[in-house]
């Protein structure tokens, strides 16, 4: 069976400090891989996509970035984190004929 | 731009009560409607609808596509105090992304 795995699960860190969350998957291959983020009393926001290894799409512009340098796992990072960066972040995968997501247990990132 | 509307935002009712909860989409390339349950931590799927008017069930929940009127309905009966959180309606394209609705909080009372 497949399972997804994030870490870490909570995370506080001081404005301007860098970040690195990392997503891995078992038990699939070539799955596509997304983070989400859901700030606080708010939906969830497609951050970035990801098809294959090296290939990254960004949905929102910010001072995030994704990279992907195996076939199931998934980076999230930030050479300096805003305030604003505060929130849950979410990785999921789906594999390219079903489109229905799975999500990872998340990471509850607080940056003061 | 893709837009799924949740209604109602929120919902309170007592144990025993059933539940409708609402789900309209406009959704270029349309393939798929999801719902997923948000219990404080990651969302856990619950059904992929695809085709119109076959009702998926899963115990005491059930949920049904309209694809000509663009919405979708999930159903709880009988509500259980655990049934309370967030649902999530979510409208998926034939290349994989999702839009999210905003969500309906549930809350149950004993």
């Known amino acids: 069976s497949q399972t997804i795995h994030q870490w870490p699960a909570t995370l506080v860190q001081p404005v301007g400090s860098p970040l690195s969350l990392e997503c891995t998957v078992e038990?699939?291959?070539?799955?596509?891989l997304y983070w989400y983020r859901q700030a606080a009393g708010r939906g969830l926001q497609l951050l970035f996509y990801?098809?294959?290894?090296?290939?990254i799409s960004s949905e929102v512009p910010q001072n995030l970035s994704a990279s992907r340098p195996q076939d199931r796992q998934f980076i999230l990072s930030s050479k300096k984190l805003l305030l604003s960066d505060s929130g849950f972040y979410l990785c999921?995968?789906?594999?390219?004929?079903?489109?229905?997501?799975?999500f990872g247990p998340g990471t509850r990132l607080t940056v003061t | 731009e893709d837009k799924v509307v949740q209604s109602p935002l929120s919902l309170v009712v007592h144990e025993g009560d059933t539940v409708t909860l609402n789900c309209s989409y406009e959704?270029?390339?349309?393939?798929?409607l999801l719902w997923y349950k948000q219990e404080k931590k990651a969302p856990t799927f619950l059904f992929m609808l695809?085709?119109?008017?076959i009702e998926k069930k899963s115990g005491r929940l059930s949920s049904i596509l309209d694809k000509k009127e663009l919405f979708s309905i999930l159903n709880i009966t009988a509500t259980q105090t655990g049934d309370s959180a967030v649902y999530l309606c979510?409208?998926?394209?034939?290349?994989?992304?999702?839009?999210f609705g905003q969500g309906t909080i549930l809350t149950v009372h004993p």
């Open positions: 990801s098809v294959g290894i090296g290939q």
């Open positions: 999921a995968w789906d594999q390219r004929e079903a489109y229905e997501q799975y």
């Open positions: 959704v270029t390339n349309f393939r798929s």
């Open positions: 038990g699939t291959s070539n799955p596509n």
């Open positions: 979510l409208g998926g394209t034939s290349y994989g992304k999702l839009t």
């Open positions: 695809t085709s119109s008017g």
